[in-house]
């Protein structure tokens, strides 16, 4: 069940603003000119930042996503119809033979248990073709990125349509390879509270490495991330033919 962050309407329509200008996606848009990729899936799209960039470079594009609310507010943004919007995790992704799959931001840590981090890696190498390439990131244990989270001083935003929102993050729980942290949004117009609570795993590379394998896929490659320099992992993999 995805976060109320990503399901709860008022959250999801708030969700760019925080998150900021994506500089991250530069860089797969960069890898899927390296692969020649034409067909693409974006497991996790979210909001659909990265799948709106990717359809407008002339791409073929899945969008997927279990959460129906930031499914709801890609399907509104500009260029939208230029990409198949899926609701479904990669379980239910149909036989598409792309190119190349992706997951970005924390979307290869949420899979908390070793059987569903097993299904998600199963059901993206069924939606590639033979030789197809799955690239995704995922956050170095050893850099404790929930330091800086709980360090973060609250954070109040305008946003248009909205008003001024508050966000507050609090890390309630480190129990590794689980961090476990709370969001509370205050919507300042009418003083209401939204709350959110997420959970995500921290695999190191080695672990990573060989469920790839075990899963189907060669690693062909482990780059930083531009955006993060040795705060993260970001693995390019061959599905075996």
């Known amino acids: 069940m995805p976060d109320a962050i990503f399901t709860d309407p008022r959250l999801a329509a708030v969700y760019?603003?925080?998150d900021g200008p994506r500089d991250d996606l530069a860089a797969y848009l960069g890898i899927a000119d390296e692969l020649?990729?034409?067909?693409?899936?974006?497991l996790g799209c979210g909001t659909g930042s990265l799948a709106l960039l990717l359809a407008a470079s002339g791409r073929t594009v899945v969008g997927a996503d279990p959460a129906e609310a930031s499914l709801e507010v890609a399907k509104a943004r500009a260029g939208a119809d230029r990409v198949r919007w899926l609701h479904g995790d990669a379980t239910t992704l149909p036989d598409l033979a792309a190119d190349l799959a992706v997951m970005t931001g924390n979307v290869?840590?949420?899979?908390l248990t070793d059987g569903d981090w097993a299904r998600t890696l199963d059901g993206l190498r069924a939606a590639l073709r033979p030789g197809g390439h799955l690239v995704f990131e995922t956050r170095r244990p050893e850099r404790r990125a929930w330091v800086d989270w709980a360090a973060a001083a609250p954070v109040v935003l305008d946003v248009p349509g909205t008003g001024l929102v508050e966000q507050r993050l609090e890390v309630t729980g480190v129990h590794l390879?689980?961090?476990?942290?709370h969001f509370t949004y205050r919507f300042l117009s009418d003083?209401?509270?939204v709350t959110s609570e997420s959970t995500l795993r921290f695999r190191e590379r080695a672990e990573v490495e060989k469920?790839?394998?075990t899963h189907g896929?060669?690693?062909?490659?482990v780059r930083e991330a531009p955006d993060r320099p040795g705060?993260?992992?970001?693995?390019?993999?061959?599905?075996?033919?």
């Not at 390019?236 to 033919?241: G, S």
Request: charged fraction near 35%; aromatic fraction near 14%; hydrophobic fraction near 50%.
């Open 108 to 111: 290869a840590q949420v899979f």
């Open 211 to 213: 469920d790839l394998l």
């Open 231 to 241: 705060k993260e992992y970001v693995f390019v993999a061959e599905r075996a033919r």
């Open 16 to 18: 760019d603003a925080f």
């Open 36 to 42: 020649r990729a034409e067909r693409v899936v974006d």
């Open 217 to 221: 896929f060669r690693v062909r490659d």
């Open 191 to 193: 003083g209401s509270v």
């Open 177 to 181: 390879p689980l961090v476990t942290f």
